[in-house]
């Protein structure tokens, strides 16, 4: 167990529809990470919380977003999903420069 | 940006035999993790090793942060090694993201 925890663990919803992931970090960390990975890839990276502020985009599209919050634990909501959205997105969180510890990911499948 | 190789893609051996799985990385890095993702997706923590090296039972990891590799070493193979071996590091301009290799696909036959 890493210590990270990631709700829900599967998700299938339909095209159009909008999904909130949720994220908990370990206990101490102020960083936490969002990751998506599509089928048979490395992950890439989406976004980087750090105690509330966003500290670095990547390849996060227009219509997902993400929020940290006071208590430390992430949402990242999805919407007008589209097919090629279905992935597993993971949540990681560490302290600043050190180990990254990953959830169990969230599978989403659109339909 | 920094690239990220790792070799070889895939692999595939019978259960007691010994792997070497290479990362190959093309600048300097402050931060190298190795996971093993197992055929449910999990990731899971193996080392973190920017430099050095250090051993956890079966497995073992080098990285020679000079001449820019890490190696992942894995003796007497068994079944639940099978699954994606990634290397992700972190460096200066990252923004203390990872970034990650295409990983070394494992297949252990029993």
């Known amino acids: 167990d890493s210590g990270v925890t990631q709700t829900p663990k599967h998700l299938i919803t339909a095209t159009g529809q909008r999904v909130t992931l949720r994220c908990s970090p370990r206990?101490?960390?102020?960083?936490v990470y969002w990751y998506q990975q599509s089928l048979d890839q490395g992950l890439q990276f989406l976004i980087h919380?750090?105690?509330?502020?966003?500290?670095a985009k990547g390849n996060i599209l227009e219509r997902f977003s993400a929020q940290q919050f006071p208590d430390l634990h992430s949402e990242l909501n999805l919407s007008s999903l589209e097919l090629g959205d279905s992935a597993l997105y993971f949540c990681?969180?560490?302290?600043?420069?050190?180990?990254?510890?990953f959830g169990q990911g969230t599978r989403l499948t659109v339909v | 940006g920094i690239q990220v190789e790792q070799s070889p893609p895939d692999l595939i051996l019978q259960e007691g035999a010994n792997s070497t799985l290479r990362c190959n990385f093309s600048?300097?890095?402050?931060?190298l993790q190795w996971f093993h993702q197992n055929p449910w997706g999990q990731l899971i923590n193996l080392f973190y090793?920017?430099?050095?090296?250090k051993q956890n039972g079966r497995l073992s990891a080098t990285t020679v942060a000079t001449e820019r590799y890490s190696l992942l070493y894995i003796s007497s193979s068994q079944t639940t090694d099978s699954g994606v071996y990634f290397c992700?590091?972190?460096?200066?301009?990252?923004?203390?993201?990872?970034?990650w290799g295409a990983g070394t696909k494992l297949i252990i036959k029993p």
């Open positions: 600048d300097s890095v402050n931060n």
């Open positions: 206990s101490g960390d102020l960083s």
């Open positions: 990681a969180s560490s302290e600043r420069l050190t180990e990254a510890f």
């Open positions: 919380y750090y105690n509330g502020e966003e500290r």
């Open positions: 992700a590091v972190e460096y200066m301009d990252s923004n203390y993201q990872l970034i």
């Open positions: 090793i920017p430099s050095g090296t």
